[in-house]
């Protein structure tokens, strides 16, 4: 009897496991393509394109991070919880519904008043910005349908469409290179070329009766709303977490271009952290009150991921230097040592990042929340401090510094706070 509860427990990781690495696999190559597309950019056209295009990433990725990241994970967190009971997220998704319009509507609204403030920032001519809105409603679209496919707990297909944009980005952009068409304007066509082909493609994959018709629910609605308002405090700290170096860089006149583009691969090693715990998001939520799947992941699954991410961390600590060498000679001399700095880093938002879907699951984001938006002040006052004497090199050991408290603090609230509960469970 025992024998055969063994075996069938190994059947089981098993099946989880070779789940995981389809889903990571599939993640980690549109992440991949989608990293790629910006460092294509910086090898093929010049220094000085570059350095603009890292003004106006920002601005996108400042209205993604407010109105789009910021309602992710309300969205698979509640629409799990109602599927489990009704096998259906219309409530869910009718909210969902009204947030993606709201966003809409207010970022129309941003451009219109603040359009020449963010075309000086962006040092791009006002006219521009018509093909940065763009590249925002791409992004748009594609996490619309992404987070849905989470919500119903389709993670495989989640994977596919993150991939698939990727590559078609890659495409249109290599597309546009070769018929000489080589400025901003095409690589941000690219980003919405692709996401209208991933828009067709999602429309057709998706179960309309889990959606249909749309149930507006008052509770339903305030409950996500809170989380979204918790969720933007989290989101725009990530934001300035990851280019608060750079802004503060062009503010004091130093190579933000080059920091960038270290920054850039180490931004690629915390997405693939992000792929691996948003994995078990879905599964955590569903099952937070079953107190087996709550231990299986804590003390089986959490710790192999762990020691698996930290080998490739370090082989990446190892090679990553030669391989900038390779791929750009001298362009861009200083990120490697950037990227290894950053790479210390990462050691500890691995260790953090396991912690994220069972705090959330646990609906602990103020907590999450409130802890970010330390390690956002904590960044900015060491940049500030370290910038004007080491320049591109303080704005790295800033980021590191804050990571590590990011990674003291979670364990320190795991452990008084959550690890005793658990364990009664």
């Not at 304007?185 to 429309?203: C, D, R």
């Not at 280019?243 to 997405?271: M, P, Q």
């Not at 192999?304 to 391989?323: K, Q």
């Not at 500030?384 to 591109?392: A, Q, S, V």
Request: proline content about 2%; overall charge positive; aromatic content about 18%.
């Amino acid at each position: 009897m025992l024998e055969m509860k063994i075996l069938n427990k190994f059947k089981e990781d098993l099946k989880q496991g070779k789940i995981l690495i389809m889903f990571t696999s599939l993640q980690t190559a549109g992440a991949a393509m989608i990293m790629v597309a910006p460092l294509v950019i910086a090898g093929l056209f010049s220094k000085e394109m570059w350095n603009r295009y890292s003004l106006c990433e920002p601005v996108v990725l400042f209205f993604s991070a407010l109105f789009i990241l910021s309602a992710r994970t309300p969205f698979i967190v509640y629409a799990n919880e109602e599927r489990s009971k009704s096998g259906s997220i219309r409530k869910t998704f009718s909210v969902q519904c009204i947030l993606f319009a709201v966003s809409i509507g207010l970022f129309l609204a941003v451009i219109l008043i603040f359009g020449k403030t963010i075309a000086s920032f962006a040092e791009i001519k006002t006219s521009e910005l018509i093909y940065v809105s763009l590249a925002f409603f791409a992004f748009l679209i594609k996490d619309f349908a992404g987070n849905l496919f989470m919500a119903m707990n389709q993670r495989i297909r989640n994977a596919i469409l993150e991939m698939t944009f990727g590559i078609l980005t890659l495409s249109f952009l290599f597309a546009f290179f070769l018929f000489n068409w080589r400025d901003l304007k095409s690589v941000f066509l690219s980003y919405f070329f692709a996401s209208l082909l991933i828009l067709a493609g999602s429309l057709a994959a998706i179960d309309y009766k889990a959606l249909l018709p749309l149930v507006f629910d008052r509770q339903q609605f305030s409950k996500m709303l809170i989380f979204t308002f918790w969720g933007m405090a989290g989101a725009i700290s990530s934001y300035l977490i990851n280019w608060a170096g750079v802004l503060l860089l062009k503010y004091y006149g130093e190579d933000s271009g080059t920091y960038n583009l270290g920054f850039k691969f180490f931004k690629g090693f915390t997405i693939l952290t992000y792929i691996a715990s948003g994995y078990f998001l879905p599964h955590l939520s569903e099952n937070i009150s079953n107190p087996e799947k709550i231990k299986a992941y804590l003390f089986h699954k959490r710790p192999r991921i762990l020691l698996l991410g930290a080998c490739c961390l370090a082989l990446a600590w190892v090679i990553m230097p030669y391989v900038l060498n390779l791929l750009y000679q001298d362009k861009y001399a200083e990120a490697g040592h950037i990227v290894r700095i950053l790479i210390i880093g990462s050691f500890a938002f691995l260790y953090t990042a396991m912690y994220f879907p069972l705090f959330i699951s646990l609906k602990r984001y103020k907590f999450v929340q409130i802890v970010i938006v330390i390690q956002v002040i904590l960044n900015i006052t060491l940049s500030l401090f370290l910038i004007p004497h080491y320049k591109m090199f303080g704005a790295a050991i800033a980021t590191v510094f804050s990571y590590f408290y990011l990674a003291i603090i979670f364990e320190y609230y795991y452990r008084i706070k959550l690890k005793k509960i658990i364990i009664k469970l």
